[in-house]
């Protein structure tokens, strides 16, 4: 996917989420202490680095609150940014500018810190061929949000859900059979534009499947280093290796290093932290 989506996706997430916040009497407090008409400029800060993503989102929020603030986005998504650099200013009416702020933030911290995480990941990719690629392991409702910050961070999506692809896992493989058995199954239902990835977690069963063939990409799940060498020296280019399971930062350039196609990693979207990022007027 792209790293920019039409606003008109992203907005049924953004009204949701503003609606969850302002239901059902609004911004009771804004309304008591801030006079009807009074205008402000606040600006919307980094206060760590990192690599920003939600700075779309986050504008979307502010504008759905009152179309008529002006909004300017500094730093766009994908960029990096420093402790102290502004990331979008915001002019209008004070109290739209406070009642879309925590929404905004909201969105804009969680994602910050997914493509922060991403590119840490990335980075210790550098030199090889390997790429980093995110899971289904997101937060319900907010999987293409999430998804686009691993964009944002120089990662790369894997599957968006279950009807992208045919991914056999192990336990498809158990009830199914064996690894003869799904994959010859696989290969008759599925369409042309469909791609199989079959889940292995020994290197017998990685002969099996590429002895039966059909998959497109392997997984090669919960596999030592030295594992994972003797596999793609097995696999010896014949179809795409992925691999998953205990990827940890510390790991990824050693992973990286065994020649892998792709690495993928459930903690860039269930494990990264909110980064700090904070809106001053």
């Known amino acids: 996917m792209t790293a920019t989506l039409p606003d008109f996706i992203l907005e049924p997430l953004v009204r949701a989420a503003l609606t969850e916040d302002l239901s059902p009497m609004g911004d009771v407090t804004t309304r008591a202490v801030i006079p009807a008409g009074t205008r402000y400029a606040a600006r919307l800060n980094a206060r760590e680095a990192g690599v920003v993503s939600g700075m779309q989102i986050a504008a979307i929020a502010f504008r759905l609150v009152d179309p008529g603030l002006k909004v300017e986005t500094l730093v766009a998504d994908g960029q990096p940014c420093a402790p102290g650099q502004t990331l979008m200013t915001i002019e209008g009416d004070a109290g739209s500018i406070l009642m879309g702020e925590r929404v905004a933030l909201n969105f804009a911290g969680r994602l910050t810190g997914i493509a922060t995480m991403t590119a840490a990941f990335v980075a210790q990719t550098k030199g090889t061929k390997t790429r980093v690629t995110c899971t289904r392991k997101t937060t319900p409702g907010l999987r293409v949000v999430e998804k686009m910050a691993v964009a944002h961070g120089g990662g790369s999506n894997h599957r968006f859900g279950l009807s992208d692809a045919i991914l056999i ?37 990685l002969e099996e499947a590429l002895e039966v063939g059909g998959a497109d990409v392997i997984l090669l799940d919960n596999m030592d280093t030295p594992t994972l060498h003797k596999a793609v020296a097995l696999n010896a280019g014949r179809v795409v290796l992925e691999a998953s399971g205990n990827m940890r930062l510390e790991r990824i350039a050693e992973v990286a290093a065994t020649g892998v196609d792709y690495i993928s990693s459930g903690a860039l979207t269930h494990s990264a932290r909110t980064l700090d990022l904070g809106l001053d007027f």
């Open 169 to 205: 896992k192990d336990n498809h493989v158990a009830a199914a059979g064996g690894i003869r058995a799904v994959l010859e199954a696989a290969r008759a239902a599925r369409s042309h534009m469909m791609r199989i990835e079959l889940e292995v977690d020994s290197l017998a069963q």
